[in-house]
């Protein structure tokens, strides 16, 4: 299967992610160094899940991230767009919806919070899917997205986007399932806006009181808001 295009037509993103589905968990602890664990940490930290709330985990994939929200003691549902990366993780013991982020299958005020790692720069529409992140949860409720991001320091950032384009393909090709696809990640990950754009564009879907935290020397970064009372 080829790649996606950087258009980002739903249902090749999805086709892709499916051929990713088996190794894509193990392929990011490899790419990011083991790094992937802390940001994990840091965004569950950032969300402050408390027991008795409901938590949006969307574009979850095999539900990792929603596991560690759940510790809390929150109702967290995984929800993502992906059936093969939903299969993979359907024993991981978290409700799991198959959801297309920019149609989200749950009434209006729902949730108490919604998160999104990783996923955001893959939506068709970046806006409309913080729109309806925004819908589904109550005024007052939280939002944190944690994505790549532009490293801060300019030497290494360089040094970065090099390593993107060039040994990420590679080390994708020993150890992803479809390292093809890790050629469009590079990619996106080199398209998204930067720290302050992607805040402004949270701020203009509806989101208030928009910070951002960098992390790893700003490869990523955690955003957090709040929807207005």
């Not at 990011?28 to 969300?47: I, K, M, P, Y």
Request: proline fraction near 6%; charge should be positive; aromatic fraction near 8%.
């Amino acid at each position: 299967m080829s790649r996606a295009g950087l258009d980002k037509k739903p249902h090749e993103v999805a086709a892709m992610f499916d051929g990713v589905a088996r190794r894509y968990d193990l392929t990011n602890t490899v790419l990011s160094f083991g790094q992937d664990r802390r940001w994990r940490e840091v965004t569950r930290r950032a969300l402050v899940p408390k027991p008795g709330e409901r938590v949006l985990d969307l574009a979850a994939g095999s539900g990792v991230s929603t596991v560690e929200f759940a510790r809390s003691g929150a109702w967290c549902v995984a929800a993502d767009f992906s059936l093969g990366m939903l299969s993979v993780g359907r024993d991981r013991g978290v409700p799991m919806v198959a959801a297309d982020a920019l149609r989200l299958p749950f009434a209006d005020e729902s949730f108490d919070a919604a998160t999104i790692s990783f996923g955001l720069r893959n939506l068709v529409d970046t806006a409309a899917g913080l729109r309806e992140m925004l819908r589904v949860v109550r005024p007052g409720g939280r939002l944190v997205v944690c994505e790549f991001s532009t490293p801060t320091w300019q030497p290494f950032r360089t040094i970065y986007m090099n390593y993107l384009m060039r040994a990420l393909p590679p080390i994708a090709r020993a150890v992803s399932s479809n390292p093809d696809a890790y050629v469009y990640l590079a990619e996106s990950i080199r398209e998204w806006p930067d720290q302050r754009a992607l805040a402004e564009l949270i701020a203009e879907s509806g989101w208030s009181g928009v910070q951002w935290r960098n992390l790893t020397s700003g490869v990523v970064a955690v955003h957090r808001a709040v929807k207005p009372s």
